[in-house]
């Protein structure tokens, strides 16, 4: 079992039943795709490109064809209710796959429902009737029956899909010897502008093509049944539709076909008689029926997928005892379906679901991407896409072309949607969710990259050519020996250079000793000092490092140093302003060394601790311990990657080493234990707006018993916009 497969597999109360066959499975998918797309488009489409809205039919279902790969694949790795939602979220985490579980859901409900009112048209062939409240009807039917489970419902789906499909057989083989050429041309008679754009408003009618996932977790043998499913359903319907189109166009005068909303019943009426249009209408209302019934099957799977994730209230994760399908899902998608057939006109709504799908489409495609590219361990799919990654580039550049055509509102609308998940996962989900995704791990594996090889750089390049230590007022005596031995263990040796700023006139010609200048002498170490007054010491000492290139600076930090405004000010000046890197040394003075310890790894500061960690550890004959705490919500996998990031690390270090990787909720505490033993701890420390250090690395500075070494380094590689962006969008 993955990493990622949380425990609700092996729990019954939310966990789904395997009873579904390869059969089933496709006409759960193909059902999800025949209805209005066929039914009611092409009269709508061939208004905006005349007969091309043969190929636009053709070429929307080549932008859906990566999609459907992709998710083939991630369906055989990961085989759970959820579908693109879960896909997305493990892909790029919670916050896009809270955006993709909205946007999927609506555009379901949106298409079921305009399935449901398009019923009406058709029904108006046999009888009279009111259309929304006898939608609404069939509405609480569907819920009613899904509320059953699945099994008893896909029965159902597959004999509507079986005579939906022959009876469009018939039409075809009927219809074809009926046609007129001339009916054809001229081919292109809007030009592409109307073929791209009625290429974007029958999209709709694959959306729900890849739906089929969403009940992966309730699939016979999984890594066979849902990419067959998946592929082909597509093979189906890029033959079906034009097919049907075809006929359409070439047997309809093209006044009676534009803009009709029940085009198949119009294109019969030339060919097929009264019976005939009787069969056809049916065959319509059937069609449109599954669909319907489709659209409730898969997006009542994706609130309990977003529950069972902690994006949606738990109770949206409760199975029926009996019925084994997540009822609490089905009952919030019949509510909103009933609202959408009675009181919101669908056909705008439909574009707008369509348009949001495209983005979706988009998406998935770029989250097989991801997990492709983070070579994870547990991504393990039985399926995988052909000519990686040829079909989910174009993918991805198709669906963001196509949704330029849709126009401004469907635009508009897919943006609020967008708009409505962020708000959703800021609010509600944000703080419950774990937020490991693939594209975490990659920019995890990327940005450890490299800080290896800037930590590899640290090492080898040796110790620092010139080194400034400052002795502030007042400083005891003890102390400041402790601070240019300091340096002397991180100087280079042959050729560096320590300079001492003593700002403290009591121990004039103290500093350094005789036995610590004659140890300069031996390494090989130039030594000088000057003696300065108390005034603009930060303005001596950053003219002083500009001009004589120093690249670090060393500097005592008081425990007292919250109650003394005067050093507090001047050592978070230097600390911002100084172009070298800086040690502050808190809490007793360094000895003896046996073991350092490295708190906290997989940040900027990693490759100055591990330089500085390196050379004092080689100097004092000691070894490297490296300390990291993970909340305890952690997938293992976190664990696991910190410890692989260690070993990457070890291998540069000289010294021995280990490491200590444990999840916890007190993370001071924790490192406290954690490097008891340790003679000397070397700790980041970012930059505060009010004190030298943050609280953090303060508290955790007071709480161990030993020297602490806070580095800070102003030449930081800020990300650049696009990983920011993707920074946010994933965390």
């Keep these: 079992m993955s990493n990622h497969e949380s425990s609700h597999l092996s729990d019954p109360s939310t966990s789904l039943r395997r009873t579904l066959g390869l059969y089933a499975v496709l006409t759960i998918s193909v059902g999800a795709m025949i209805g209005s797309g066929i039914f009611v488009l092409p009269g709508l489409a061939f208004k905006i490109a005349g007969p091309s809205v043969i190929l636009a039919f053709f070429l929307a279902g080549l932008v859906v064809l990566p999609a459907a790969i992709s998710q083939s694949e991630m369906a055989t790795a990961m085989p759970e209710a959820g579908g693109t939602y879960l896909y997305i979220d493990r892909a790029m985490g919670p916050l896009m796959g809270t955006i993709a579980g909205f946007g999927v859901w609506f555009s379901l409900v949106f298409k079921a429902s305009f399935a449901l009112v398009g019923l009406s048209a058709y029904l108006e062939f046999f009888v009279e009737h009111p259309e929304r409240p006898l939608a609404a009807v069939l509405a609480i039917l569907l819920v009613a029956l899904n509320l059953r489970g699945l099994h008893q419902t896909a029965k159902l789906q597959s004999i509507l899909v079986t005579i939906v499909l022959a009876l469009l057989a018939a039409f075809i083989i009927f219809g074809m010897p009926n046609t007129q050429p001339e009916r054809f041309e001229p081919f292109l008679s809007e030009g592409l502008q109307g073929l791209f754009s009625a290429t974007a408003v029958v999209f709709v009618s694959y959306i729900g093509v890849t739906k089929v996932a969403s009940v992966a977790e309730e699939v016979k043998r999984p890594g066979r049944n849902i990419p067959l499913s998946i592929l082909t359903s597509v093979g189906i319907a890029l033959v079906l539709y034009p097919a049907v189109v075809a006929v359409m166009v070439g047997v309809t005068p093209a006044a009676e076909l534009a803009g009709t909303e029940t085009p198949i019943l119009t294109a019969a009426a030339q060919f097929l008689g009264t019976y005939g249009q009787y069969i056809v209408a049916g065959v319509a209302v059937l069609a449109l029926l599954s669909m319907a019934n489709a659209g409730v099957i898969a997006s009542a799977r994706y609130p309990f997928a977003m529950a069972r994730n902690s994006l949606a209230p738990p109770f949206l994760a409760k199975i029926g005892k009996k019925s084994g399908a997540p009822v609490a899902g089905i009952t919030v998608t019949g509510i909103a379906l009933i609202l959408l057939v009675l009181f919101v006109p669908l056909i705008e709504l439909a574009k707008l679901a369509s348009a949001f799908q495209l983005l979706v489409f988009a998406l998935v495609n770029l989250a097989l991407i991801a997990f492709r590219e983070s070579h994870l361990d547990w991504y393990k799919p039985e399926f995988r896409s052909p000519f990686y990654p040829a079909p989910q580039v174009f993918g991805i550049v198709a669906s963001l072309l196509l949704l330029t055509q849709m126009g401004i509102v469907p635009l508009v609308g897919a943006i609020v949607l967008v708009f409505a998940g962020v708000g959703w996962y800021r609010v509600f989900g944000k703080s419950r969710a774990v937020k490991e995704s693939a594209a975490r791990d990659a920019l995890r594996l990327r940005e450890n990259a490299r800080l290896v090889q800037n930590s590899r750089d640290a090492v080898t390049t040796g110790g620092r050519k010139h080194v400034l230590v400052l002795i502030r007022r007042p400083t005891r005596p003890s102390r400041q020996q402790t601070l240019f031995r300091l340096a002397l263990r991180l100087t280079d040796a042959d050729g560096g250079r320590i300079h001492v700023i003593n700002f403290d006139a009591r121990t004039r010609g103290m500093i350094p000793t005789e036995a610590d200048l004659a140890r300069a002498e031996e390494l090989g170490i130039t030594v000088t ?184 380094t102003p030449t930081l590689e800020r990300p650049g916009l696009l990983t920011r962006g993707i920074q946010w969008l994933i965390n």
């Excluded at 290139?549 to 978070?572: E, K, M, N």
């Excluded at 490297?624 to 293992?636: G, K, L, Q, S, W």
């Excluded at 505490?669 to 490097?675: D, E």
Aim: charged share 30%; with cysteine.
């Design 529 to 712: 000092t000057q003696q300065y007054t108390d005034e603009d010491r930060r303005g001596m000492v950053h003219l002083f490092v500009e001009r004589e290139g120093v690249d670090l600076f060393i500097a005592d930090l008081p425990q007292d140093v919250r109650a003394t405004r005067h050093v507090t000010r001047d050592l978070r000046w230097l600390r911002e302003n100084l172009v070298c890197d800086s040690v502050f040394l808190r809490n007793r003075s360094v000895e003896d060394i046996d073991r350092i310890a490295i708190l906290g790894t997989g940040g900027p500061y990693d490759p100055v601790k591990i330089g500085i960690a390196d050379h004092i550890a080689r100097y004092e004959d000691a070894s490297v311990r490296f300390v990291h705490v993970t909340p305890v919500d952690a997938p293992p996998a976190l664990a696991e990657s910190i410890h692989e990031y260690h070993e990457q690390l070890g291998e540069i270090l000289t010294v021995p080493w280990d490491d200590r990787v444990r999840p916890a909720d007190d993370l001071v505490k924790t490192l406290t234990r954690f490097s008891r033993g340790a003679n000397l701890v070397i700790l980041g420390a970012p930059s505060h707006r009010f004190h030298v250090v943050t609280d953090l690395a303060d508290r955790i500075a007071e709480s161990l018993d030993c020297p602490v070494l806070l580095v800070h």
